[in-house]
């Protein structure tokens, strides 16, 4: 019999609250102690940020999987390197697909003017920034909250807190729109989907990489309404806000959304007929006792 203590440190809302506080401060520290000591080297600028994020993104990982292992005496299959290639690679595809889809119909119903082609070198900066909020993000959003969200309230719910979540922090960003919100809001559905699909943070890691890599790094484009990073390639992209985004970058467009409600669809209709969803723990509960009746 579990003592009140127990209860309450086994708690989803205190696992919820510990790992993230513990991640958040991790990677913020790596980042910044790393940071201090590549300053003081001659190594290129780019290749710091390279470091530093290799740094940050392999600390948050090893101390989620310390934790998590230990706090839930499991083994931390969501980050196993089982199926691994495939999960990255597919991952990869898929992000960088919709993302070159989306500035494909920039390109043919907007204008996207090419002022000027760089080097490879110019692409670390953004390639570092992209790995490293992505690996970030997941695991805070989906290892963490989805994840215990999921064992508790059941994947449907957790699907819709996770759009929420994901579309609600990106709506205090400039230029943001009631499209760019949708948009959003869909790609944190869709990451916890794949989180479903897989049960492996690799393949929503390498989509949520590749979307913002491809779109930053090589297109230049402005993600989230941050500010445009060094990239491959320069393009001046004017048209209508429906089409380009506006201040808010692709993922504020019309067919970014459409894009990826289409994937969203694809995907729920692959895990229910797979049965990958999981049910609120009361249901699960009745249908244990249901078996022994």
Known sequence: MKTTKQNFLNSSLIRIFIGLILCFAIFILAQQVAGKILDLTTIN???????????????????????????????????????????????????TALQCLTMGVIYIFGDMELISTNS???????????????IFEEILLRGIIFRITEERFGSHISLLISAIIF???????????????????LVGFIFGALFIYSRNLWLPIAVHFSWNFVQSGIFGAVTSGNDKTSSLFNFNITGSELITGGAFGPEGTI?????????AIVLMILITKQNKLIKPLKKQNEKTEMLFL
Request: net charge positive.
């Open 45 to 95: 600028k780019g290749f710091r940020n390279l470091f530093k994020s290799l740094i940050a993104s392999t600390s948050v990982i090893l101390v989620y999987i310390s934790f998590y292992r230990k706090y839930e005496k499991r083994e931390v299959t969501e980050l196993s390197s089982k199926r691994l290639f495939r999960n990255i690679a597919f991952g990869i595809l898929l992000g």
């Open 255 to 263: 067919q970014a959304t459409l894009l990826w409600l289409v994937v």
């Open 167 to 185: 579309g609600g922090v990106h709506l205090l960003n400039p230029g943001s729109t009631i499209i760019s919100s949708v948009c959003i809001g």
């Open 120 to 134: 490879f070198s110019t692409i670390l900066t953004p390639f570092s920034i992209a790995f490293s909020v992505a």
